[in-house]
Each structure stands twice: as C-alpha cells, then as structure tokens.
T-cell receptor, first 116, second 115 residues
C-alpha cells in the first residue's frame, strides 16, 4: 500500500515569491493534516481536513497561507508571499476516521522549503 | 493547554548500550493519548506506539519498551542494546481524547548510536 505522497521534496525560492506544496494521502483516508516543522522543533498542526472541510485551521496564518482539498482527496498548501521565516519542513499526514477508537496518523516525507 | 517536554536535546551512546528517552506531559484532560514517533534522516515520521490514559501497563516490543506513569506525568522510552540504525530524532506527542486528534509534539531528542 502506498504511503502519503508529498511533492516536491525540496524547494528553494526567494522571499516574496509564491510557493505551493502538494499532498496525496493514503487511499481511503478521509482526514488530512498539514504540519509545520521548524528546525530542531516538533511538528505543529497548521490545518486539518475532514474530507473537503477544514475543521481546524486555527494555527494557519491566513494572511499568507492558504490550503485546499477540493475533492476530499489530495490537498495543496500555498504560501504567498513567502518570508524568510517560512523556511521549514512542511509535513502532510492522513488518517481514517472510519472505525476504531483512535485513528493513527501516517506521515509523508515532507517538503523542505528554503526561502532566500 | 497541552504540553510535552523532552528535556534531553541530544544523546550519544555506543552500540549495545541501553538508553532511555524522557517525556513529561501536561494536560487537563482525563482522557488522552500518548505517542512516540521516530524521525530518521529521511524525514518521515514513523509511528512507534500509542497509549491511552487508562492503560498504565508498560509495554515491550522487541528492544523497545515504554514506561507510562500517570503519577509523574511521564511516558519514557527505553531502547535496549542500541544499534546504529536506532540513530534518529525521537518525538513524544500528546493528543486529547475528544476526537480532535490534534497531536502536540515535544521538541524531540536526537539519538546518535556510535559503532
């Protein structure tokens, strides 16, 4: 079974440029998460989707960050414009909310963003 | 608010030594879940274990063991007879039991196992 797929794996851009990250969750997983991981820190949740609905976006900086999951499958996270402080790893995870008392999150390899 | 503290930033051991990674958590919830994840250099977080707040039994899986103590709000992780392949960053995480599944991570402990 294929895991969570993210692309690109690495991205280098200049500040003020836009950037987008793509995530394809494990087949059948209806819940999708985007996490931000700064160097030397643990991941922090940016947004969580249940199908196509964003059910928790309280940590998403909405002035420059946006996300979408139009058909409830794959998702795109965008930053416009990027700032130096956005340099980090962006992780995507997915889980299935059907059945079970707790739904494990499976993580992708992440996209490492460098803003120059 | 929920919080996870991993006081050990980096640990270095020699192969075959035992090593314990500490995790202390804070939560006001009576139902919650605790996790350990491994992050090798490739970057992908690998799930190791989940524990719910009502199950304080220690668990052993091969060379890995976990000690959950509610009295001290700790969930420590021990690797017995460490191997070079155990080198990674290990994260402890906490989630409430209300179904939000929001994981709150500690800052991680970088373990280096030298041959």
């Amino acid at each position: 079974e294929a895991g969570v797929v993210q692309s690109p794996r690495y991205k280098i851009i200049e500040k003020k440029q836009p950037v987008a990250f793509w995530c394809n969750p494990i087949s059948g997983h209806n819940t999708l998460y985007w996490y931000l991981q700064n160097l030397g820190q643990g991941p922090e949740l940016l947004i969580r989707y249940e199908n196509e609905e964003a059910v928790d976006d309280s940590q998403l900086p909405k002035d420059r960050f946006s996300a979408e999951r139009l058909k409830g499958v794959d998702s795109t996270l965008k930053i416009q414009p990027a700032e130096l402080g956005d340099s980090a790893v962006y992780l995507c995870a997915s889980s299935s909310s059907y059945g079970g008392s707790y739904n494990e999150q499976f993580f992708g390899p992440g996209t490492r963003l460098t803003v120059l | 608010a929920q919080k996870v503290t991993q006081a050990q930033t980096e640990i270095s051991v020699v192969e075959k030594e035992d090593v314990t990674l500490d995790c202390v958590y804070e939560t006001r919830d009576t139902t919650y879940y605790l996790f350990w994840y491994k992050q090798p250099p490739s970057g992908e977080l690998v799930f190791l274990i989940r524990r719910n707040s009502f199950d304080e039994q220690n668990e052993i899986s091969g060379r890995y063991s976990w000690n959950f103590q509610k009295s001290t709000s700790s969930f420590n992780f021990t690797i017995t007879a460490s191997q070079v392949v155990d080198s990674a960053v290990y994260f402890c995480a906490l989630s409430d039991g209300g179904g939000s599944e929001k994981l709150v991570f500690g800052k991680g402990t970088k373990l280096t196992v030298n041959p």
